[in-house]
């Protein structure tokens, strides 16, 4: 079973595009590690995994099935530093 699977997801922030067309799956029992620089997209990655961002295009499929709640419940996240979400 898929538990995370990224369908040609894509993300901008006003003109700025910072996710274009990612594409990814998680089986279930697979170790899964996001890698990059700073500025990669990973908070941006996990930000919409967990639904407190909308991608602008494509879908995200968590647990089999489309985002909702319950899948949301079964997820556990604590960040490095705060910051998860977007300033006001």
Known sequence: MKIIEFNQVSKSFDRTRVISNVSFSVDQGEIFGLLGPNGAGKTTILRMLLDI????SGSIDLFGGALDRASKDRIGYLPEERGLYKKS
């Open 53 to 56: 961002i909308r991608p602008d």
